[in-house]
């Protein structure tokens, strides 16, 4: 007779990466690795310089953390002024515009070197002329951008990601709205995206090319 056994096997317990990926864990990992790297590493027994560079680095991430924010706020600020100017300005240029505009006799050429002439096509050529704006923001591993179209029929968006030696066209888009759903060249790794478009109309392109935006896009969740 043979005995049976049976054989029951342990797996491996799974790789976990103990390094933070969400912002605000990061940023608090970072202070508390600042302020206990020396301790450990005598505890540890090791040379004093053994991690110094990444003391560096990491004290650089937070230094730029703060400045960062720092600069957010005062976006923040100018954007609520902006938006103030913009009314008092439609306010007050409206009302002259219309005083103009009223005047009995008053020159057409006053009126056309103001831009009040509404026969003329002096304002469209110069939307024509513009450049978009781009609008980015990172969500669960891919980019969402936007942008005000301004009567034209879209953009031809182009971008350069980590890695890349040059822009290519990522494509053309019609919407006011925009997504890049590629993966990250390495997927485990962070990257950073640089974009620019250049308004289109009747499929051809129009106007002058858009500011670089850039955003950091994070691995995407499993």
């Known amino acids: 007779m043979f005995e ?39 505890l540890a027994k ?11 680095n990491t004290n650089a991430y ?45 020159d057409p050429k006053v009126l056309a070197l103001l831009e009040l002439d509404t026969t003329t096509a002096t304002p469209l050529a110069k939307v ?23 009567s034209h029929q879209g953009i031809d968006l182009y971008c350069c990601r980590t890695g890349e030696d040059e822009y290519t066209l990522l494509g053309r888009f019609n919407m006011s709205h925009w997504e890049d759903r590629r993966p990250n060249r390495t997927p485990t790794q962070p990257e950073q995206r640089d974009y620019y478009a250049v308004f289109v109309d009747r499929d051809q392109q129009v106007g002058a090319q858009s500011p670089t935006v850039s955003i950091v896009v994070g691995s995407r969740p499993g």
């Open 4 to 42: 049976k056994h049976i054989y029951r096997f342990t797996p491996m317990p799974q790789y976990k990466d103990w390094y933070p990926k969400e912002a605000a864990k990061l940023l608090l990992f970072s202070e508390n690795y600042v302020q206990h790297i020396d301790e450990a590493t005598a």
């Open 128 to 150: 024509g002329a513009q450049a978009p704006t781009l609008v980015v923001s990172a969500d669960l591993g891919f980019v969402k951008g936007r942008y005000t179209k301004h």
């Open 46 to 56: 090791l040379p004093a310089d053994t991690f110094v560079v990444s003391k560096i």
């Open 62 to 106: 937070l230094s730029n953390h703060s400045q960062l924010a720092t600069a957010e706020k005062e976006v923040a600020r100018l954007r609520k002024l902006e938006a103030e100017y913009k009314r008092n300005m439609g306010t007050t240029v409206r009302s002259a515009g219309k005083q103009l505009r009223n005047t009995a006799s008053i």
